[in-house]
């Protein structure tokens, strides 16, 4: 079992589910919000398919790809050898800018828009550890690939725990979205 779960090929399936649950939540909003509702705001679930998309095919090998181009770079730049302070800046930026954008948003978001919140910061959580990843820091790598919880990687854990929590804040959404109210002529005039 614990191979299974820290196989490549289960994460990009995650992240594909995801993606495609995406989609009948973003049709469902739009076709609401023609039927005025204001409130609802489709296009978040359509963006947010297109970036579990991109975590999909990163997940695939496109970010190892990027990792090892940087390398190839930083090497034939010279830079290799002094490349780990310039690591953990980005590392730290990252996550201090993921940080106080959530902050942020928790702050300043619309009341209107709330119900988008919590799918945002655990999708943005998501982007914000591939660039984690991407970056390669090797403390950071020692830790994610190096280390395991029940034999399962630590960077397998993180990501599934990631997207079943970006598929629970999808849920919950779908659940407070209140049905469209409609003035049904014959109910009204059934009741007078």
Avoid: K
Avoid at 39 to 65: I, T
Avoid at 75 to 102: F, K, N, P, S
Avoid at 126 to 151: E, Q
């Amino acid at each position: 079992m614990a191979e299974i779960l820290d196989s490549n090929a289960v994460r990009v399936l995650a992240y594909l589910f995801a993606c495609i649950v995406c989609l009948p939540v973003w049709w469902r909003e739009r076709v609401q919000r023609r039927e005025e509702r204001r409130d609802l705001w489709p296009l978040f679930w359509l963006l947010s398919a297109a970036l579990l998309l991109v975590l999909a095919v990163g997940r695939v090998g496109l970010g190892d790809l990027l990792s090892d181009l940087g390398r190839r770079t930083a090497r034939e730049e010279g830079w290799y050898q002094t490349r780990r302070g310039l690591q953990a800046a980005v590392v730290g930026t990252v996550a201090a800018v993921w940080g106080i954008a959530v902050i942020v948003a928790i702050w300043r978001v619309p009341e209107r828009r709330r119900r988008y919140l919590p799918a945002a910061v655990v999708l943005s959580g998501l982007v914000c550890f591939a660039a984690i990843r991407l970056v390669s820091l090797h403390h950071v790598d020692t830790l994610l690939y190096r280390r395991d919880i029940g034999g399962v990687r630590i960077v397998s854990v993180l990501e599934i725990i990631g997207v079943v929590l970006f598929l629970f804040t999808v849920f919950v959404s779908q659940r407070r979205t209140p049905t469209p109210q409609r003035d049904d002529v014959s109910a009204t005039a059934s009741i007078t």
